[in-house]
């Protein structure tokens, strides 16, 4: 979201607005900033500026090359994968009829995303 869009949000609710991403297919929540929390000298960083957040509990994710198939590490581009409770089981009465988004037992969104080394999820392209 940008700096733009995020202050008028505010100017107009008095709240930040809370970036996510899903896709229907994940029913259809998969990560989502939140708010950070701080409990004496403890804190948790729940949300950060231009990403979508951590995945929700439960729900695991990779970047993979797309030509390759092959797990990247954190800070590179490529395909978001996801797996967890939340994920289809695949299309209903389109056997045969479209292409697998399985690989592995984890859904391959398509999308192009990177997890950074805190584990937030950028989503830079949405098929």
């Known amino acids: 979201m940008s700096d733009e869009s995020r202050e008028a949000f505010f100017a107009k609710f008095g709240i930040e607005p809370a970036e ?4 229907p297919e994940c029913a259809p929540i998969v990560s989502l900033n939140v708010p950070d929390v701080a409990h ?5 960083t729940g949300s950060r500026r231009g990403t979508t957040g951590h995945p929700l509990p439960g729900i695991s994710l990779r970047i993979i090359d ?3 198939g092959a797990t990247l590490p954190p800070g590179t581009d490529g395909v978001l994968c ?5 994920v289809m089981m695949g299309y209903a009465g ?22 950074d080394d805190d584990g937030f999820l950028t989503v830079y392209y949405s098929r």
């Open 20 to 23: 996510g991403y899903g896709r």
């Open 82 to 86: 996801v797996r967890g409770p939340n």
């Open 94 to 115: 389109r056997a045969g009829s479209a292409p697998d988004p399985f690989r592995d037992g984890w859904y391959v969104t398509g999308d192009g995303a990177r997890l």
């Open 40 to 44: 004496g000298k403890e804190r948790q």
């Open 66 to 68: 797309a030509r390759t």
